[in-house]
């Protein structure tokens, strides 16, 4: 019988432990055989190296870019590609059926921004004196007035100054800023308005008293810091609250991306503030409501009225 790809995932993984691998870059190609696997038996079909070919890999990546993101497309491909490639090392296979596929193209889907009224919705779901809604309602406002990925807000400790008083991690609530480990551990600083400031002294004060106070991470939860997951799932709470159906933290980071430049914001200014190193990241999250600022634009200029 043909080896089960369950079994061949485990030991993929502990190939990409000893290469050094993250666990998040374990975990991410790990989804991508899974998820394959899982594909295939609702097909009907044995999870087995013997499916692992390459008209039911090409017609599963064309399934995933009819109803996904073409980031989430890729990425799967990207996970299953290297793990074809090492079972072809590991002689589990005679060749990479993924050698010549390349990953669909779908088109990129603007992804709807957050409208005023959804915004003060889901600013009264976390309109509370608990601990979770202090804290939830820092976490919105931060996402909202600053575009963090999830990964950067979770990764935000309590303020942390040098000998000589000056910040050097963490929240500046006085100036109202914080600096963020992005993407390449490269450090960034972002910025936010006196509601959000605001709403964090208030967390702080609340954080007082937690079990975990003693920890580095800015945001907890009842074991401990707050992780990306966590987040994730804190957010799509709030927003079924506020009657947003399926919120999640990007959105945050498109409305804010919208909100930059329909206020007459830079395209270079944005790009730095949100840590991007390439142009295709600002033309992807400026696709999001481009035909509003469009039309915001030519009705300033109004250039016939002139004349």
């Not at 942390?160 to 050097?168: E, L, N, T």
């Not at 960034?188 to 991470?217: K, M, N, Q």
Request: some cysteine.
């Amino acid at each position: 019988m043909s080896a089960r790809l369950v079994d061949l995932h485990r030991s993929f993984g502990r190939h990409l432990r000893a290469e050094g691998k993250s666990d998040r870059t374990i975990k991410i190609y790990g989804q991508s055989i899974r998820f394959f696997s899982d594909w295939l038996e609702a097909q009907g079909r044995t999870a087995t190296l013997d499916e692992l070919n390459r008209p039911a890999i090409r017609e599963w990546l064309a399934e995933l870019a009819d109803r996904n993101e073409p980031g989430t497309v890729k990425t799967r491909y990207r996970g299953l590609f290297r793990f074809c490639g090492w079972l072809v090392d590991e002689d589990e296979l005679d060749e990479n059926p993924m050698k010549t596929l390349s990953p669909p193209e779908p088109k990129a889907k603007p992804v709807p921004v957050l409208s005023d009224a959804e915004l003060a919705a889901l600013m009264k779901a976390c309109d509370g004196k608990e601990f979770n809604d202090r804290r939830d309602e820092a976490i919105m406002r931060l996402l909202l007035d600053c575009g963090l990925r999830v990964s950067e807000l979770c990764s935000l400790t309590v303020p942390m100054y040098d000998d000589r008083g000056r910040i050097v991690a963490g929240i500046d609530l006085d100036d109202g800023m914080a600096l963020i480990k992005g993407k390449g551990d490269k450090i960034r600083p972002v910025y936010f308005g006196a509601r959000t400031a605001r709403a964090i002294d208030r967390y702080l004060r609340a954080r007082r008293t937690h079990r975990w106070a003693h920890l580095d991470a800015l945001f907890l939860t009842q074991r401990g810091a707050l992780s990306a997951d966590g987040a994730r799932d804190r957010v799509k709470l709030r927003g079924k609250q506020a009657g947003i159906v399926d919120l999640h933290p990007h959105r945050f980071r498109h409305t804010w991306a919208h909100d930059f430049l329909m206020s007459g914001g830079q395209e270079r200014d944005l790009k730095r503030l949100a840590g991007w190193t390439s142009d295709v990241m600002l033309e992807r999250y400026g696709a999001s409501a481009a035909d509003a600022r469009a039309k915001a634009a030519a009705q300033r200029l109004k250039r016939g009225d002139r004349v």
